[in-house]
């Protein structure tokens, strides 16, 4: 005997053909995605974005950092609606899925409920948060913090890209801040279905991750002053080669990373070398140090670990270091209730399923803060991600946005 519902499943090709129409705008240059945060590409995939969730029934909201709301109007106008969401950013050398599957996934959803009349008490909103990556304009997350009341939308507009560009003045360029007050909306839940970015699905071959908690992020960005001086007359006891102190610091983040397996991680991806010349002996070095653990204690200890270390390298080798704090958020437990829809939906249709804790960050870890949200993951091929190779399956994408479809429809009470 079919359980209720058990049958009801989005039209799986359909969301594959549009993962495949997004990712073609903002390409690559080895099959993956280059759609930064606020650039002319970003909005072109948010104008295809507003085409479809038109054509899907949608009205749009669009508030002052950007953010986007499709709404799927519900027979309650007084009740708080279910958000749906992520982002369609993309890492410079970005895969078609990071964030992309959770906007077109939650599309999908609403596509779905108009092709079977599906009526809901709660309205239901596909939300697209601007610059989740943070690449662009650190930190990551940016507008939903904003939203969340993490930071002041001040603050975000004047973050400066490498080139000098304000994100708010490069938001009003691309024709994308709108009007709503971020953070006036209230939510009665919120669902960002993900792709894992890790290998542990894949591994334990689960088609989805009910994800319970997600780890906390800690970015440093660390400056160090030595001198500039010639590569080849310049004697070895005189230089001040900050490009050495940097490789030194980066070898103890390894270490202070491993001295918490196995759960904690850190690395270095942001790195600016001046003058980057090859025949110069660098003079000053602008490098972020990302650790990230499930347990803040952890986090606050590779935090203060990283800067006694990195003081008394920089001190040894006579230079200048300097630190700020430009990107971070505690580990996340999500809400039980919504967690229990992810997990009830995954029983009810077959799918193979673990709780999981998230590896990356997702706007889903703010706006936590404000209302009850849980997330759902499907798996990646070798857990790749931020990395042009990225890739799932159309299974993998199905099964997560069935799962999405059924939590989704739980908290938002079928009226028809
Ligand atoms: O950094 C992160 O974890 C996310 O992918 N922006
Ligand atoms: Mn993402
Ligand atoms: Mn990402």
Same mark, same amino acid.
């Given at each position: 005997?079919?359980?209720?519902?058990?049958?009801?499943?989005?039209? @799986?090709?359909?969301?594959?053909?549009?993962?495949?129409?997004?990712?073609?705008?903002?390409?690559?240059?080895?099959?993956?995605?280059?759609?930064?945060?606020? /650039?002319?590409?970003?909005?072109?995939?948010?104008?295809?974005?507003? %085409?479809?969730?038109?054509?899907?029934?949608?009205?749009?909201?669009?508030?002052?950092?950007?953010?986007?709301?499709?709404?799927?109007?519900?027979?309650?106008?007084?009740?708080?609606?279910?958000?749906?969401?992520?982002?369609?950013?993309?890492?410079?050398?970005?895969?078609?899925?990071?964030?992309?599957?959770?906007?077109?996934?939650?599309?999908?959803?609403?596509?779905?409920? @108009?092709?079977?009349?599906?009526? %809901?008490?709660?309205?239901?909103?596909?939300?697209?948060? /601007?610059?989740?990556?943070?690449?662009?304009?650190?930190?990551?997350?940016? @507008?939903?913090?904003?939203?969340?009341?993490?930071?002041?939308?001040?603050?975000?507009?004047?973050?400066?890209?490498?080139?000098?560009?304000?994100?708010? #003045?490069?938001?009003?360029?691309?024709?994308?801040? +709108?009007?709503?007050?971020? +953070?006036?909306?209230?939510?009665?839940?919120?669902?960002?279905?993900?792709?894992?970015?890790?290998?542990?699905?894949?591994?334990?071959?689960?088609?989805?991750?009910?994800?319970?908690?997600?780890?906390?992020? @800690?970015?440093?960005?660390?400056?160090?002053?030595?001198?500039?001086?010639? %590569?080849?007359?310049?004697?070895?006891?005189?230089?001040?080669?900050? +490009?050495?102190?940097?490789?030194?610091?980066?070898?103890?983040?390894? #270490?202070?990373?491993?001295?918490?397996?196995?759960?904690?991680?850190?690395?270095?991806?942001?790195?600016?070398?001046?003058?980057?010349?090859?025949?110069?002996?660098?003079?000053?070095?602008?490098? %972020?140090?990302?650790?990230?653990?499930?347990?803040?204690?952890?986090?606050?200890?590779?935090?203060?670990?990283?800067?006694?270390?990195?003081?008394?390298?920089? #001190?040894?080798?006579?230079?200048?270091?300097?630190?700020?704090?430009?990107?971070?958020?505690?580990?996340?437990?999500?809400?039980?209730?919504?967690?229990?829809?992810?997990?009830?939906?995954?029983?009810?249709?077959?799918?193979?399923?673990?709780?999981?804790?998230?590896?990356?960050?997702? #706007?889903?870890?703010?706006?936590?803060?404000?209302?009850?949200?849980?997330?759902?993951?499907?798996?990646?091929?070798?857990?790749?991600?931020?990395?042009?190779?990225?890739?799932?399956?159309?299974?993998?994408?199905?099964?997560?946005?069935?799962?999405?479809?059924?939590?989704?429809?739980?908290?938002?009470?079928?009226?028809?």
């Amino acid at each position: 005997m079919a359980a209720i519902g058990e049958n009801l499943k989005i039209n @799986s090709e359909r969301l594959w053909d549009s993962l495949m129409d997004m990712a073609r705008v903002g390409p690559g240059v080895a099959g993956g995605n280059n759609r930064q945060t606020v /650039t002319d590409a970003d909005s072109e995939g948010r104008h295809l974005f507003h %085409t479809w969730a038109e054509a899907a029934g949608c009205s749009m909201g669009l508030d002052q950092m950007g953010n986007m709301f499709a709404m799927r109007a519900g027979t309650d106008p007084d009740a708080l609606p279910v958000y749906v969401g992520s982002h369609l950013d993309t890492q410079p050398t970005g895969g078609k899925y990071d964030g992309v599957l959770g906007v077109l996934g939650g599309l999908e959803l609403l596509r779905t409920m @108009s092709d079977l009349d599906i009526k %809901t008490k709660h309205p239901i909103v596909v939300t697209n948060w /601007t610059n989740e990556e943070g690449t662009r304009y650190a930190p990551a997350m940016l @507008s939903s913090g904003v939203f969340a009341g993490l930071h002041s939308q001040e603050w975000a507009y004047e973050r400066t890209d490498a080139d000098g560009k304000s994100f708010g #003045d490069e938001l009003a360029r691309i024709g994308w801040r +709108g009007d709503e007050t971020v +953070g006036a909306r209230k939510m009665h839940a919120f669902f960002e279905l993900h792709i894992e970015q890790g290998p542990i699905l894949e591994a334990e071959d689960k088609q989805i991750g009910v994800v319970t908690h997600g780890q906390g992020l @800690s970015w440093t960005e660390i400056t160090i002053l030595g001198k500039d001086a010639h %590569t080849g007359s310049t004697p070895m006891p005189m230089r001040k080669n900050a +490009g050495l102190a940097m490789a030194r610091i980066l070898d103890r983040v390894e #270490d202070i990373a491993m001295s918490h397996a196995p759960h904690a991680v850190g690395a270095a991806g942001h790195v600016n070398v001046y003058p980057n010349s090859r025949n110069v002996i660098p003079g000053k070095v602008v490098f %972020t140090v990302d650790f990230r653990s499930p347990e803040l204690a952890v986090i606050q200890d590779m935090e203060s670990r990283l800067r006694v270390e990195a003081q008394e390298i920089c #001190d040894t080798m006579g230079m200048e270091v300097s630190f700020e704090k430009v990107g971070g958020f505690d580990p996340v437990t999500f809400d039980e209730t919504c967690v229990q829809a992810v997990r009830s939906a995954a029983v009810r249709l077959g799918y193979s399923h673990m709780d999981l804790i998230s590896g990356a960050g997702h #706007d889903a870890c703010w706006i936590n803060r404000v209302a009850p949200t849980a997330m759902i993951m499907c798996p990646c091929v070798d857990g790749l991600s931020h990395n042009e190779a990225e890739e799932i399956s159309p299974e993998w994408a199905a099964a997560g946005t069935d799962v999405l479809l059924h939590a989704v429809l739980e908290t938002a009470i079928i009226t028809a």
